[in-house]
């Protein structure tokens, strides 16, 4: 049971791809049944366990732990509506000796296992099986799905049929993307990988803890990176923006607006049209609180045209014309929204939407949200996974554009500048705990760095 950081993210077609290249399927289904079978019962304890298992190889992977769990001296029983069809699945349920009891009528157990449907999904569950799934989810103290909850679309996290929320869901061999996407991931719970023994590798991957850039005794404030905060209308965001550049590790901090006070480290001037031309500048942050009024246009041109590497955020996005070509670096950090507006509408799922966009703008994405994905125009994605919702406030992504800033002028590339400032903004917003305000978060990035 190893946690998804760093994993590769699999589709359907991807991981029947990796399962075929290993060779004996039968094997395969051996091993999966068994890394459930350890999983389980190490999570189950003494505890009473009920397996439902469906018509596929996920229901066959249920029947094979159901086996193996109960010749290890687990009480199991095992409930299905719908005798196995696929081969390894009809040989599972023939090893399995015990009784299998009715979905329906079935009684609950404290521990809960769905092996229903896995990867093979086609369509929304039928309503009595929803209706068992769910009765007896409610009715179990820990409920366990075996690699996904049963009822979610693997590959784009959508839920055609809402499952229960499970407290674990053991992915086997990889995570997939419903494990990650919204809504499907919330109902995943804690997501943890049973190794099978199936090689897998691929371009998108949950976002891993980064490599971060520590000063050491030769660094100057200079090298540690000078970003530049082109503000506009609204003070607050830009300084919000400003002040999570300072915090996520910027030895300079160049606020270019209106506004006066703390912090007094962060150096502050007017805009001007010259206000770009320092060589020593690593990185520009443009858009929180730029409004959208005169003038604003020419600061983005004006940034756009310095040369210096980009993060552009909030109203400068409504600004950009993402086909028109730039030649510094760039990264973007739309919402929901703010991706509609410059991509129109998206095609397929959000890890598909993000990769297309990132190519066409020839830009790094933070395609920003419960589901944060991070896409490089060469085809890289990053997912985080398990951010705390209390993120949803307003404020949030200027600290995030700011921390992007940082992680540029300090050197990162920028699809690493663009996760390790969205891991690191997860990191402050779980060390802030609950209703949480923006500013809290843009101190919290000092403890997390
Ligand atoms: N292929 C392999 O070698 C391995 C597969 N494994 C397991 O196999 C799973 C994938 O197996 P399958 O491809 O058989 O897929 P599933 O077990 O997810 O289900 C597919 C079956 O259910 C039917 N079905 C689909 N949606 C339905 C619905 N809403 N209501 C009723 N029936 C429905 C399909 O017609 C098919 O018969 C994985 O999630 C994993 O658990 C593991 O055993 C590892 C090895
Ligand atoms: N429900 C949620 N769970 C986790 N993170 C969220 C959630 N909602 C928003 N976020 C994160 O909070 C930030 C909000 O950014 P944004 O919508 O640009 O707000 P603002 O412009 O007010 O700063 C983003 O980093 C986003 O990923
Ligand atoms: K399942």
Same mark, same amino acid.
């Given at each position: 049971m190893t946690p998804i950081d760093g994993y590769p993210i699999l589709t359907t077609a991807a991981m029947r791809a990796a399962e075929e290249a290993c060779g004996d399927p039968a094997m395969l289904m051996e091993r999966a049944g068994a890394a459930v079978a350890a999983a389980v019962g190490r999570l189950a304890g003494g505890s009473a366990i009920l397996i439902l298992c469906g018509p596929g190889n996920n229901g066959g992977d249920g029947y094979v732990a159901a086996r193996l769990m109960t010749a290890a001296g687990h009480a199991v029983r095992v409930a299905a509506d719908d005798e196995p069809r696929s081969a390894l699945a009809i040989d599972a349920r023939r090893r399995w000796t015990g009784p299998v009891e009715p979905l329906g009528t079935a009684l609950p157990a404290p521990i809960l296992v769905d092996a *229903? @449907? /896995? $990867? /093979? *999904? $086609? !369509? =929304? *569950?039928e309503n009595r099986t929803a209706a068992a799934l769910h009765r007896l989810a409610d009715a179990a103290s820990l409920r366990i799905a075996i690699d996904l909850p049963s009822g979610v679309a693997t590959d784009d996290g959508t839920v055609p049929t809402m499952p229960p929320r499970f407290d674990v869901t053991l992915a086997l061999a990889a995570p997939k993307p419903a494990h990650l996407l919204q809504p499907a991931a919330r109902q995943a719970g804690r997501v943890r990988v049973l190794d099978i023994g199936v090689p897998v590798t691929g371009d998108?991957?949950?976002l891993a803890r980064p490599v971060l850039p520590d000063p050491g005794p030769e660094s100057h404030k200079y090298s540690r990176g000078m970003v530049a905060v082109v503000g506009g209308d609204m003070a607050g965001a830009a300084e919000l923006a400003s002040l999570a550049a300072m915090r996520a590790g910027a030895g300079y901090v160049l606020y270019l607006g209106e506004g006066q006070g703390p912090p007094h480290g962060l150096v502050r001037r007017r805009w001007s049209p010259d206000a770009l031309d320092d060589p020593r500048i690593g990185a520009v942050v443009i858009g =929180? &609180? *730029? /409004? !959208? &009024?005169?003038g604003t246009g020419a600061r983005l041109a004006t940034a756009i045209g310095s040369g210096h590497e980009l993060v552009i955020d909030g109203d400068a996005l409504r600004l950009l014309d993402v086909d028109a070509p730039r030649t510094a670096t760039t990264i973007l950090t739309p919402h929901a929204g703010e991706f509609a507006h410059l991509f129109g509408k998206a095609w397929g799922s959000k890890i598909d939407a993000t990769r297309m966009a990132a190519r066409r703008a020839d830009a790094v994405i933070v395609h920003k949200g419960a589901d944060t994905v991070i896409a490089a125009p060469d085809g890289r994605v990053a997912v985080s996974a398990g951010s705390s919702d209390w993120l949803s406030a307003a404020g949030t992504g200027d600290v995030l554009a700011g921390a992007a800033g940082a992680m540029l002028a300090a050197g990162l590339p920028p699809f690493e500048a663009a996760g390790a400032a969205v891991w690191l903004h997860r990191a402050a917003a779980a060390v802030c /705990? !609950?209703? @949480?305000?923006a500013d809290d978060l843009a101190a919290a990035l000092s403890r997390v760095r």
């Open positions: *229903l @449907f /896995g $990867t /093979g *999904l $086609t !369509r =929304p *569950l998108a991957h949950v =929180p &609180g *730029l /409004g !959208r &009024g005169d /705990g !609950r209703s @949480f305000i």
